[in-house]
């Protein structure tokens, strides 16, 4: 099994930029393709972006394509997510997630962390 625990959320204005970051647990990180997802209120949780296991493939959402940047480091457990210019409408709660493979549906997921809530004021 595999914790996960994200991180890094807050407020920041239209144009900035914040970096999250989700800490798993467990020695079996590394072989965990993981993604983000993020879900506003009203709405359905929506892939963000995926990176492979070893994270030599990744895949974003077009609306997030060319500003957010997934990474992971396996020797710290830890995967990330750079944003930046940020807009209003990537408001949401962010949640890492971990499967076998880079999947983009959040039901083909098996592990999940708490989330972490991002505000981007206008």
């Known amino acids: 099994q595999v914790q996960l625990v994200e991180s890094g959320g807050g407020l920041v204005q239209a144009g900035g930029s914040l970096r999250l970051s989700c800490a798993a647990s467990?020695?079996?990180?590394?072989?965990?393709?993981m993604g983000w997802f993020r879900q506003a209120p009203g709405k359905e949780r929506e892939f963000v972006a995926g990176?492979?296991?070893?994270?030599?493939?990744?895949y974003y959402a077009g609306s997030v394509k060319g500003r957010f940047t997934i990474s992971r480091d396996n020797a710290k457990n830890t995967v990330y997510l750079q944003m930046n210019s940020l807009k209003p409408e990537d408001t949401a709660v962010y949640y890492c997630?971990?499967?076998?493979?880079?999947?983009?549906?959040?039901?083909?997921?098996?592990?999940w962390g708490q989330g972490t809530q991002v505000t981007v004021s206008s």
């Open positions: 997630a971990a499967d076998a493979l880079l999947r983009v549906k959040p039901a083909e997921y098996d592990y």
């Open positions: 467990g020695r079996t990180f590394s072989s965990y393709a």
């Open positions: 990176i492979s296991w070893s994270g030599g493939s990744t």
